[in-house]
């Protein structure tokens, strides 16, 4: 299966664009090439606000 997606971002840039209050994703390396069964981050709204989370 082929790669559509790909984060090249930084974690820092991620929280400060998407206004992330909670960050659950530890250290968060760059992916080149997320695949489907590659757990990648994700901005969902949390109790307390956004949240970055790894999600498949």
């Known amino acids: 299966m082929c790669n ?5 971002s930084s974690q820092d840039e991620i929280r ?3 206004q992330v209050l ?3 994703t530890g ?3 760059p992916m ?3 695949y489907p069964d590659y757990a ?5 709204n949390g109790k ?9």
């Open 40 to 44: 990648a981050p994700i901005v969902r």
């Open 4 to 8: 559509l997606y790909a984060q090249t």
């Open 16 to 18: 400060a664009i998407a």
């Open 48 to 56: 307390d606000g956004r949240e970055l989370v790894l999600a498949r």
């Open 22 to 24: 909670s960050d659950h």
């Open 27 to 29: 250290n968060l390396p």
């Open 32 to 34: 080149p090439d997320i």
